[in-house]
């Protein structure tokens, strides 16, 4: 490892200005596929990979039997070749979130720097830790994993070697990144600052039995609680869809089971306790909005008594719901802006789904899952699909 003050170089693959970047190779090419394969299997062997279910799903998604199907999808016609070298730089609220920038450049043929965040993670190290037990497969030198802190003359560097920028963070961080130039034909993929709801069908919820009701609620505990809803897939916004009575019942069976996983399983910062009072008390200031809470604070909600543009700004983690009475799905329409990423869903059908995709045509939403599957990576995020984006076609005419 080589280190000082500001700079960690985390994996060392092959370092630009010491020796040529490998070349660029095929989506899918095989060496890619087996490497990511084995990299699954050193994750699953590692005992303590299990006390993380983030990372044991990262290593499921690199299992070969899963990359070959993503190939069957999501392979581009043509002869296509990576864009060369991405630098990737990693946001710091989603741990495994790295890895998953770093598959999606390899299997689009690419070599990668990546910029890992300067928080500490366990499941970073994990990952790190089973990527040097395969250093000496090939495929490692079209990796480099490093650390620095705000440093922009690295970014500058980085960014001046770099085919392809993929910059994860918020708008600030994209924008002072921005001032670091690319080369001429290079291109920058940014993930931004999103927004997420979920809507559910009161009746759905209100004849659902015990056991689907346990599922629910365990799910929709995965897609907020673990991460705090830092997430940009964390859901946000709850709309119960249904008459009055029926969501108003609904609302208090579903909280009722989520806070009995609750009591069990998380633990709140006491600084998010008093971000979610100040949150709660601005809402009422400023939308009319009524609460109801948990008497230990773990889930407060704010009930809105009607949508209005820029909802998202009011936003608030570690257990902070606006919620929404509509007779229709169609009401949420009005207040979606670009910055709304996912929808996810309990009680509606994919039929229903895409109509009211067809139907309304909203400048956001990019994503509609079901509840328990906002945080799935995919190799389409945020309406961009990776493999296209991190690869270049050849035309032969």
């Known amino acids: 490892m080589l280190q000082n003050s500001d700079f960690s170089l985390l994996f060392p693959g092959t370092m630009p200005g010491t020796t040529e970047i490998p070349k660029a190779c095929q989506p899918f090419d095989d060496e890619a596929v087996d490497f990511l394969n084995s990299l699954s299997a050193c994750i699953l062997k590692d005992k303590e990979s299990r006390y993380y279910p983030d990372v044991v ?31 990737h730089i990693a946001p710091g609220n989603v741990p495994v979130n790295f890895a998953y920038s770093l598959l999606s450049a390899l299997l689009a043929g690419n070599s990668s720097i990546v910029k890992l965040s300067s928080k500490p993670f366990p499941q970073v190290d994990i990952i790190v830790r089973q990527l040097f037990a395969l250093a000496q497969n090939p495929v490692s030198r079209r990796i480099i994993l490093l650390r620095y802190s705000h440093d922009t003359d690295c970014t500058e560097q980085f960014s001046a070697m770099a085919d392809t920028r993929v910059i994860w963070g918020g708008d600030n961080t994209i924008n002072l990144i921005r001032k670091s130039p690319l080369q001429p034909r290079a291109t920058d993929i940014c993930f931004a600052d999103r927004y997420s709801i979920c809507a559910l069908k009161a009746d759905a919820v209100l004849n659902a039995d015990q056991a689907t009701l346990s599922r629910l609620s365990e799910n929709f505990y995965n897609d907020t609680y673990i991460f705090d809803q830092n997430a940009c897939s964390a859901p946000h916004l709850i709309v119960w869809v249904g008459n009055s009575p029926d969501c ?61 543009p820029g909802i998202e700004s009011l936003k608030c983690a570690g257990g902070f719901f606006s919620e929404y009475n509509a007779e229709s799905l169609n009401e949420i329409v009005p207040i979606i802006t670009k910055r709304y990423q996912t929808l996810a869903y309990y009680g509606f059908d994919r039929t229903t789904l895409t109509e009211f995709i067809v139907r309304n045509q909203p400048v956001g939403i990019d994503r509609i899952v079901p509840i328990g599957e906002t945080s799935s990576f995919s190799l389409i995020w945020d309406g961009i699909d990776l493999i296209s984006a991190l690869s270049r076609e050849i035309s032969v005419l």
């Open 57 to 87: 799903t990262f290593a499921f998604f690199c299992r070969k039997a899963n990359l070959l199907q993503l190939k069957k999808r999501h392979l581009p016609q043509g002869l296509r070749l990576g864009r060369g070298l991405v630098f």
């Open 248 to 308: 108003n019942n609904a609302r208090r069976i579903f909280w009722k089971n989520i806070h009995n996983i609750l009591l069990q399983r998380y633990s709140m910062q006491p600084v998010l306790a008093v971000d979610k009072l100040t949150n709660l008390y601005r809402q009422a200031i400023e939308r009319g909005a009524s609460h109801n809470q948990t008497p230990d604070n773990l889930i407060v909600c704010s009930q809105l008594p009607a949508l209005e």
